[in-house]
């Protein structure tokens, strides 16, 4: 059976996590994903060097791609890469704001001269926004939109979440949104432009806190592993380590409560009947619960668990996740050899996606140069 996107082609001037996550999925899906690189390279192949000598960053999100180095600057490149777009079916681009306009391959240019054509433009603010020119990096739009002020505890401060959220967060919705531009074009005809920005994909995550303070009138604590809006949902030490329990529902607390904890004053407690009042009086429900299990042992405590199907987790390190019996690893095939990297979380009729090469720089070059270069010739002729 043919891959989704077989025979759809991308041209991606890309750098960084949020355009190459996007355009990672694209390929994985079947299409095919020319990567335009600087004379040095995407920098993101210079973030580390633990996967055997190449990025982390660069292997995980940069696999089924061709790459051709380019210098836009150069009328010859310049021209190749019109012809590339002549032939494509998805632009997508993460320069400075403005960068692909003043080449002449703007969104609006390009939309004019190839109707069918999805372009996706990928910045740090919206455009409109006073913001929208500034350059924006993870870390950064993580501490402007909030999300750092509810991450974290109360001694931490504001805090980074441990990956980059907001950079995967927008590939995720760019090629959400060029998905739905391919469908809208198979009704239309018509191609589309794409605007994402980093800021307003964070901003989106966090409703819950934005209306918890503007209408509710509290400032979301930082509450370290436990969850804002529901109780008992948190980490609990026990005589031999932790357990994160999660309780979703009145039920399932009056099961945790009589069935697990075996206290009948909690079941009964009027303080802790409703899941707002747990979460009112969380202080003095996670004190409770814990003065019961710090003397269970995990083994005792996840069996009586899984009896009364209440969920609950361990606390992993990355080291656990290596080893860890539901995590699913893939080989992919780079130049420096093969490497596991975790599976993508989709599976389609009992199959994950196929893991194709991550691409030297520029290793696509000479075969990209030869097939479009001829027909940037006929264009300008």
């Known amino acids: 059976m043919a891959d989704a996107l077989e025979g759809i082609v991308v041209v991606a001037l890309e750098q960084a996590v949020a355009v190459p996550i996007a355009t990672c999925r694209l390929a994985d899906a079947g299409a095919r994903v020319i990567k335009l690189e600087r004379a040095e390279g995407d920098f993101s192949r210079g973030y580390d060097d633990y996967a055997n000598g190449l990025s982390s960053y660069f292997v995980w999100i940069n696999r089924g791609k061709e790459s051709c180095r380019v210098d836009l600057k150069q009328p010859g490149d310049l021209a190749m890469v019109e012809a590339m777009l002549g032939q494509a079916d998805i632009f997508i681009q993460n320069l400075a704001p403005g960068a692909t306009g003043r080449l002449g391959i703007g969104s609006a240019d390009l939309r004019k001269r190839h109707p069918r054509l999805i372009t996706c433009d990928v910045s740090g603010y919206a455009p409109g926004t006073p913001h929208y020119t500034r350059k924006a990096y993870d870390l950064l739009v993580q501490a402007e939109a909030g999300l750092s002020s509810i991450t974290g505890n109360e001694s931490s401060g504001p805090t980074r979440i441990g990956v980059s959220i907001a950079d995967i967060s927008t590939g995720q919705a760019a090629y959400a949104a060029i998905l ?140 656990d996740l290596i080893s860890h019996p539901a995590a699913t690893t893939l080989p992919v095939e780079t130049p420096a050899g093969t490497i596991e990297v975790l599976a993508p979380p989709a599976i389609v009729d009992g199959k994950r996606a196929t893991m194709r090469r991550v691409p030297g720089l520029g290793e696509h070059e000479a075969a990209l140069r030869a097939e479009f270069a001829p027909l940037a010739a006929t264009r300008s002729a």
């Open 180 to 319: 739905e531009a391919l469908l809208r074009r198979a009704r239309t005809g018509e191609g589309s432009h794409i605007a994402l920005s980093l800021f307003d994909t964070i901003a989106e995550l966090m409703n819950v806190p934005y209306l918890t303070r503007r209408y509710g009138g509290i400032e979301p604590p930082r509450l370290g592993l436990a969850h804002p809006s529901i109780a008992p949902y948190g980490v609990f030490q026990l005589a031999d380590g932790n357990v994160l329990l999660a309780v979703q529902s009145e039920r399932e607390w009056q099961i945790l409560a009589r069935d697990v904890l075996s206290s009948e004053a909690l079941a009964n407690a009027p303080r802790f009947a409703t899941n707002v009042l747990r979460v009112r009086d969380r202080k003095a429900l996670d004190e409770a619960i814990q003065a019961i299990l710090i003397s269970r042992s995990f083994t005792h405590l996840t069996s009586a668990l899984d009896k009364a199907a209440i969920a609950y987790g361990a606390v992993s390190s990355v080291g």
